[in-house]
């Protein structure tokens, strides 16, 4: 994976690119992944703030606007998944977070999670990342990777309620 200064630069000029690559996050040498994750804290915390209907809107559209920045990013740069390209991270964290508990044990609690299901990527994951191409699979791997993490988190919501 490009990690010279020429490649940082040619990402952050490009408006495009520079979303692909989570405002630049996705330029860490290791694990680009999970610091487009980190990045997408911060705006988590702002999008948590919006009534459900507006939070879903806005993460319906991240979705299908990253579906285009994915794939013009990935033909740009000539490789299927960059791993520098985590519009997907962020999207599929956002998904995570949907409707979760407030305070910051669910926020770590919600990223470990996702993280766990996007490097594990169990079935259909592991299918959905190997058989979808283009700016779809990008994203729809990381959606359902971040479903998976949504329904574990609930359901930890809800096994810890049960037991107060």
Same mark, same amino acid.
């Given at each position: 994976?490009?990690?010279? =200064?020429? +490649?940082?630069?040619?990402?952050?000029? /490009? =408006?495009?690119?520079?979303?692909? +690559?989570? +405002?630049?996050?996705?330029?860490?040498?290791?694990?680009?992944?999970?610091?487009?994750? #980190? !990045?997408?804290?911060?705006?988590?915390?702002?999008?948590?703030?919006? =009534?459900?209907?507006?939070?879903?809107?806005?993460?319906? #559209?991240?979705? !299908?606007?990253?579906? @285009?920045?994915? &794939?013009?990013?990935?033909? &740009?740069?000539?490789?299927?998944?960059?791993?520098?390209?985590?519009? &997907?991270? +962020?999207?599929?964290? @956002?998904?995570?977070?949907? %409707?979760?508990?407030?305070? @910051?044990?669910?926020?770590?609690?919600?990223?470990?999670?996702?993280?766990?299901?996007?490097? %594990?990527?169990?079935?259909?994951? /592991?299918?959905?990342?190997?058989?979808?191409?283009?700016?779809?699979?990008?994203? #729809?791997? &990381? !959606?359902?990777?971040?479903?998976?993490?949504?329904?574990?988190?609930?359901? #930890?919501?809800?096994?810890?309620?049960?037991?107060?």
């Amino acid at each position: 994976m490009p990690t010279s =200064p020429e +490649f940082a630069r040619t990402v952050l000029r /490009n =408006p495009v690119h520079l979303l692909a +690559f989570g +405002f630049g996050s996705g330029l860490a040498p290791k694990a680009p992944g999970t610091f487009g994750t #980190l !990045a997408a804290v911060p705006l988590y915390l702002l999008l948590a703030q919006l =009534p459900l209907p507006l939070y879903l809107l806005v993460l319906v #559209l991240a979705f !299908a606007i990253g579906i @285009w920045i994915c &794939d013009k990013t990935a033909r &740009d740069l000539g490789v299927h998944d960059h791993g520098g390209i985590v519009w &997907d991270e +962020f999207v599929g964290f @956002w998904l995570t977070m949907l %409707v979760a508990p407030p305070g @910051w044990p669910w926020v770590v609690a919600g990223f470990v999670l996702f993280r766990l299901f996007d490097i %594990v990527k169990p079935f259909p994951i /592991n299918w959905l990342d190997r058989h979808i191409k283009g700016g779809l699979g990008i994203m #729809l791997d &990381d !959606a359902l990777a971040g479903s998976f993490a949504w329904l574990c988190l609930q359901l #930890l919501y809800l096994a810890l309620a049960v037991h107060r």
